[in-house]
């Protein structure tokens, strides 16, 4: 079976939806603004600022945060 995640407001949704959700909000100069993290910076793509988000879980936990803070629908 399985558990849903009720208390879990990512659940089901992709690093790819929120990255492309926060840029399409944001663009990439409002994002590095938000988040200071080089791949947002210095010649953005979606496919580098993925692998960097995937590999390095502190980037990751700040950009899951700016989604929930910026799409949260309570």
Known sequence: MIEKQVNN??????LQLIL??????YGWDGLAKKINI???KSNP???SSLTFLRKT?????????LYINTFSYK
């Open 9 to 14: 407001p990512l659940h089901g949704i992709t």
């Open 20 to 25: 492309d959700k926060l840029v399409y909000e």
């Open 38 to 40: 080089n791949c947002f």
């Open 45 to 47: 793509t979606m496919k």
């Open 57 to 65: 879980p502190w980037a990751r936990e700040k950009v899951e945060k």
